[in-house]
């Protein structure tokens, strides 16, 4: 008994498969590949935008420098 797919199953699979990816709409896939909606946001960006000067540097008790 053959268990797997026949080499014409295969192929006709195959060129199905093919003929969807020829067929995609234009404004369906620029639809679907829009820019993220969201930003990458690191935690300097984070701590400057809540008012935070992170130029100055933080000892190890987490008192401020005051140079």
Known sequence: ??????????????????????????????RFHTPPAYRNYTVDDYLKKMGVDVTKGVDADGQEHSD
């Open 1 to 30: 008994m053959n268990r797997g797919s026949t080499k014409k199953q295969r192929l006709e699979g195959q060129q199905h498969y093919d003929e969807l990816e020829s067929d995609i709409d234009k404004k369906a896939s620029e």
